[in-house]
Structure formats: C-alpha cells, structure tokens
C-alpha cells in the first residue's frame, strides 16, 4: 500500500532532535525532559516518538492514563512513565504490571491507594490553585501522611501551571503565586518527611517563560513545545525559540474542475463562485483531523502557494479554490500544516482559523492519517 496515496503525516525525526537539544541547553542541567506523549503524543504517533526520544536519551515520559502507558510498554519503552490522570482501582494491577507511576490526585485517593496493599510507586500532585488534580497545597499535613500508606514508594512530587501561556500582569501574578505555594510545601515535606523525591512543575509555557519562576526541579514535562509548535501564534517566543514543527499534514488532490460565476459547491452548496473559478477535491476531512470549523475559512498550500478552503469541510475530502494555481492538477500534493517550497502554515495557524489552540488540532488527528518518520 502506497502511504502517500491520500493522506498521511510526516514526521521528521531531525526537528524533534533539534526541539529536545534546544530545551536540554535551555534548561539547567540538572532539569531531565519529561516529555508528556499523552493522547497519542499529541496526534504525531506515541511509540514512533517515544521511541525516537529514547533513542536521544531520554528516559522519563509522561502520559494521561494508565492504558497509554500500557501501549508505550508493550512497544518496548524504558525508564520512568508517569500517569498524570486518575487510574480505577480495577486498574491497579496494571501499573504493577507494567511499571507504570501514578498520580495520587488528591488525599482520598492515596487512602484507596494504599487499601489496595500492594506497592504502588506514585508522584503526589499539588493543587497550587488549577483545582483540577492534586491534594491543596493547604492540606500540607495531610499530604505528609500520605508517606505512612506503607505500600506507596512515593518518588516524587508535582504540581501544574494553568497561566504559564498569559501574558497580562495577573496571569504572571498567579504563575508565582502557584511556584510559592509549591515550593512552600516541598520545603515543609523536605523538613518532615525523611524521604528523597523528585519535583517538578512546568510545562511547555513553565519553560519558555522560565523568567517567571526561581526554582530549579528535577524533570520539565514538556509537551506542544517539544513538538516544534507553539499553542497560539507569539510572534516573540517565536523570535526567541528556533522551535521547529516536526508534524507536516498532507494530501492529494483527487481532481480539479471548474465552476461558473454563482455555481454552489460542497453540502448546503454553502459556498458560491464569485466568478469563473477551478477547484480541487482534497482527500482529506473531519475524521482525519480537520476541524469543520474550517470550513470557508482555512488554508491549504499547493505548489507553495496559499489557498483557501472552500465550501463545508467533508468527513473524508475538502474542496480548495486553487484558481491561482492554474498549474494544479490531480495527483498534487496539498499542504494542510508544514511546508510547500516557500510557504508554511504553522499549526498555531490552522489552530487560530478554527477557534482553538495548536494542542487540539494535534491531538485530535485522525487514526486514518499514516504516519512517516522522514
Ligand atoms: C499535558 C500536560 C503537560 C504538557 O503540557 P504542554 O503545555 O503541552 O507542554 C504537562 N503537565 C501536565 C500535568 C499535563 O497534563
């Protein structure tokens, strides 16, 4: 089967090693990547990346459930896999099984954890002010007990960021109210408990706007920025870091033709010709990853030019208006995010067009799309 033949992501392997050795330098050498290859490493291919990562030395990961962790297990994945999210207690014998490290997402769930009587290794996580996971950095006494569950090896502790990416004075304010709170309550465990652990804190934003914070920790679970992508265009960050995108989407056009002045195209014919206009048919849709949102609104790039989306966006094709591209024919490439000669779309682009963040657009791509490693 040839994997170009309709859809399909590229993946190249010289940008993540670029994106890894960038945040290696930038952090102190004391900080180990962790990177997070969650939900499918954000649409890229979760045991192709983190097989790759391994290959550079890394040996921390994180992901969102217990079964993700399973999977990068079974494909051979070595070191320390931290859950981030909750595991069922029906699940426990996995992590056994599979040496995988869980959260404990708050005090209750330690005590269930430890009723489960056979050893667990956990990282705790703090609620330093998200409210979502995490034992409040105000129980701090409660979190001390949890180092008498005698089954739990707790080998470290975390908390998260939720306005590292802002930029006004009182997302910054929160930012170092949340590393205080934090750092607060390591120091009171350090003095308490005469234990070793890890900690850590930050995120893809943690470390870009690093200025923000004063402590050093011990692992940065960096996710969207290790991909070469940034959430949301920032012209700044983008100017400070040589992020490059390791994920490119492409597909082929399956005809072109033309229209007249007034003719419809697509479902609900909810675009119109506004004049005598050719148009090809993408083989790309929703269930490959294309938001409908996009429909008689985003870009796509054909023989490095840029051109519109038009008509609704197709659960497996998409109409272009590719009248400037008079050359374009069947069998062409189309460039939904990556590169074509000059042009580029980013995609923090595409994610801005459809009314959401990069991290979404990533994550949601589709089974269907083939995956290749360049
Ligand atoms: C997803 C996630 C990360 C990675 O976030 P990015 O912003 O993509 O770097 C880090 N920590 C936790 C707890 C997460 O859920």
């Not at 192709?48 to 993700?68: D, N, P, R, Y």
């Not at 609900?268 to 609104?297: E, Q």
């Amino acid at each position: 089967m040839y994997e170009k033949g309709r859809a399909w992501i590229e993946l190249n392997k010289e940008n993540l090693r670029h994106n890894v050795r960038l945040f290696q330098k930038f952090l102190p050498e004391s900080t180990a990547l962790m990177p997070a290859v969650k939900a499918n490493a954000y649409g890229h291919g979760d045991i192709l990346i983190s097989k790759e990562l391994q290959k550079l030395g890394i040996s921390h990961f994180c992901v969102a459930c217990a079964e993700e962790g399973v999977r990068l297990r079974r494909a051979g994945i070595k070191g320390e896999i931290l859950v981030l999210g909750y595991t069922h207690p029906e699940n426990f014998d996995l992590l056994r099984e599979y040496c995988l490290t869980q959260t404990i997402v708050d005090y209750a769930y330690g005590e269930t954890m430890a009723a489960y009587g056979k050893e667990l290794t956990v990282h705790i996580g703090i609620d330093t002010g998200m409210h979502r996971l995490g034992e409040s950095s105000d129980h701090i006494s409660r979190i001390c007990r949890l180092w008498e569950f005698e089954n739990l090896k707790i080998t470290g502790v975390y908390s998260h960021l939720c306005t590292s990416d802002g930029e006004t004075e009182a997302e910054q304010a929160f930012v170092k109210l949340q590393e205080r709170r934090f750092l607060r309550a390591v120091q009171y465990l350090k003095d308490s408990v005469n234990a070793e652990f890890s900690t850590h804190l930050q995120g893809s934003y943690g470390i870009l706007n690093k200025k923000l914070l004063s402590g050093n920790y011990d692992y940065a679970r960096v996710g969207i920025a290790l991909y070469g992508a940034l959430s949301e265009p920032s012209q700044s960050l983008e100017q400070k870091f040589d992020l490059r995108p390791v994920l490119s989407l492409k597909a082929r056009i399956g005809c072109v033709r033309e229209v007249s002045q007034g003719e419809g195209a697509g479902y609900g014919l909810a675009w119109h010709a506004p004049s005598f206009r050719k148009i090809a048919a993408v083989s790309i849709g929703y269930a490959d990853g294309i938001p409908r949102a996009l429909s008689n609104k985003g870009h796509a790039l054909v023989r490095g030019k840029k051109v519109p989306i038009v008509g609704r966006i197709c659960m497996d094709q998409l109409l272009l208006d590719v009248t400037e591209v008079p050359e374009a024919v069947s069998g062409d490439e189309a460039v939904l995010i990556g590169k074509s000669r000059d042009a580029e779309i980013k995609a923090q682009e595409m994610a801005v067009e459809a009314g959401t963040i990069s991290n979404e657009i990533l994550s949601r791509m589709g089974e269907r799309v083939r995956r290749i490693a360049v």
